[in-house]
């Protein structure tokens, strides 16, 4: 690593938030195994499409047509309202375990946190508090502010310069390999968190800290 990072940034789903509830219910109500993982591919994929196309659909809406297009795909169907409380699962999601005391840690060893994350504002808000961790954060920001998802650069480039420091003076720590790419590529040093399934991109730069969980990645933030 090059220098001590003055900010950290933190992903939001997955990376601090478990996001199993939501699973078990995407597979129930669509009756298969791997309808998740498929659907949310699809929300990341379209997300993606919308910003590599000069538009911007919130990512709820993008959520909702992605899931309407798997329900099609799979011959199931759902009402509008049956829609609405699956997918709201994702607003009251819980820490994983090693979440808030690897938080803690990283507060009381004086670093400044923030949020990116590419949910609206509205279900960044309300993840946060109902996960009991907004207090850790001095900073929160969608990605709604600049209507591009991550990984776009100026993504990137607005979260550091919203905190005023440089790119280099700040550190993504995301559980998405696309996400520590993005982040990469845009000049921000980072920590892949490896949540169990998670893989780092072969054809990209090495994260500076890879670790299993929090814990270990805050072990080495804590050797500076």
């Known amino acids: 690593m090059k220098v001590k990072p003055k900010l950290l940034i933190f992903d939001v789903n997955e ?9 078990e219910k995407v597979n ?5 195994k791997n309808a998740f993982d498929i659907w949310f591919r699809m929300l990341l994929h379209y997300s993606l499409v919308e910003t ?3 538009s911007y659909k919130d990512f709820g809406s993008i959520g909702k047509a992605t899931f309407r297009m798997l329900m099609s795909q799979l011959g199931v169907s759902l009402s509008d309202s049956q829609i ?3 997918l709201g699962t994702i607003r009251n999601l819980p820490p994983h375990k090693d979440v808030i005391p690897g938080l803690t840690k990283l507060k009381e060893s004086g670093f400044s946190t923030m949020v990116l994350t590419n949910s609206s504002t509205q279900a960044m808000t309300a993840q946060l508090e109902f996960a009991a961790i907004a207090r850790f954060f001095d900073a929160t920001v969608s990605v709604e502010k600049i209507n591009k998802y991550k990984p776009h650069p100026e993504t990137y480039k607005y979260a550091t310069d919203h905190f005023k420091v440089l790119p280099e003076e700040a550190m993504m720590l995301a559980a998405h390999a696309w996400d520590i ?6 000049g921000l040093q980072t920590a ?3 949540r169990p399934g998670k893989q780092v991109y072969p054809l990209a730069d090495a994260a500076d800290i890879i670790g299993k969980d929090l814990t270990e990645i805050t072990e080495v933030l804590g050797e500076f």
Not at 15 to 23: E, N, R, S, V, Y
Not at 28 to 32: D, F, M, Q, R
């Open 84 to 86: 609405e409380v699956v």
């Open 28 to 32: 129930a109500v669509l009756e298969n």
């Open 192 to 194: 892949f968190i490896q």
């Open 181 to 186: 790419l993005g982040a990469k590529r845009g």
């Open 15 to 23: 990376t601090l938030l478990d996001l199993t509830p939501l699973k």
């Open 52 to 54: 590599a196309t000069g």
